[in-house]
């Protein structure tokens, strides 16, 4: 089984390393990408940092986002390139082909069940909580120094992707590194501050008009929201606002949807179960993926026919009523 162990000689190179973030990164990505790059660092090792997209203003905080670049094409040759929490390389927006054409050693780390061990090698660890738990792993086996910087990327992947230590996937283990990463420094307060306590007046009053938006199916098992387009200018507030987790948060509901206008014919869906409906199979079906309680997908149709497709799939998907 691939683990820290099987890295362990790519890691030991004393040549330059490429970090990818995918498509919108999040805390999972970005808080792994910097705990596993500023550890290289500090081994004296070259590190360069990019991604399709700029870092959400939630996560500008995070020690070292300063370094992120935000890349339209591919910039120069690496020995090795390293993608974290990313399970389809067409996630990069064509950064990793572009590298890969110039040769280098792609290594893939992540958690998700769909991943397509795209990497020369690959280390895929279903029973994470997150990539940067992993990353954790990875610095343990290794024997490196947790400085308070590290401490503080990896806490924000573990917060974020288990949902503040809400979501199934919050295990003891998680706990347990939790706890030696606030030991080393990281700072829960400071972190909830950054990622929860940002939001504006004006931004307050807008969710609570997004509020009285969600609908729920006749059943009550099924509740979606719909961004309106133009919310799309508010991308600080869409990044800081996990939207999803109010319909979710209904307590009839087992299954939750937020649909999210990218462009016009262009509709990204995120989708969180309850445990009774493998949410992943249903994103898997339109081309995405994810974990069984948290997944999504990017559908070329207008509004209206995506939202219904999805509701339908949704709907096949549930178990009957008793």
Known sequence: ?????????????????????????DGDVLGSMLGLGLALMGQGRRVTLAGPHPVPEPY???????????????????????????????????????????GTTVVNIDHHQDNRRFGDLNWVDLSASATGEMVYDLLQYFG????????????TALVTD??????????????????????????????????YEGRSREDLRLLGQLLQRIETSADGRVAWLVLPSELAGNQD????????????????????????????????????????????????????????????????LPMDAAKAALLDAVALALPPTA
């Open 60 to 102: 500008r905080f995070l020690p070292g986002a300063q370094w992120i670049q935000q890349w339209k094409d591919a910039s120069g040759s690496y020995d090795v390139t390293v993608l974290l929490d990313c399970p389809d390389p067409a996630r990069t927006g064509g950064l990793l082909e572009s590298v890969r054409e110039r």
């Open 144 to 155: 490196w120094s947790l400085t308070p910087e590290i401490a503080t990327t990896l806490y």
């Open 237 to 300: 507030l869409i990044e800081a606002e996990d939207f999803i987790a109010y319909p979710r948060s209904i307590r009839s509901v087992k299954v939750a949807l937020l649909f999210r206008e990218l462009q016009p014919g262009q509709v990204k869906v995120s989708l969180r179960g309850k445990g009774e409906v493998n949410v992943a199979k249903i994103a898997a079906r339109f081309g995405g993926g994810g974990h069984p309680n948290a997944a999504g997908c990017t559908v070329a």
């Open 162 to 195: 288990t949902g503040s230590f809400r979501y199934s996937n919050a295990s003891p283990k998680a706990f347990r590194i939790a706890a030696h990463l606030v030991a080393e420094g990281a700072a829960p307060a400071r972190v909830a501050g950054e990622l």
């Open 1 to 25: 089984m691939d683990g820290p162990q099987t890295l362990a000689p790519i890691f030991a190179r004393k040549g330059s390393y490429l970090f990818l973030a995918h498509l919108h990164p």
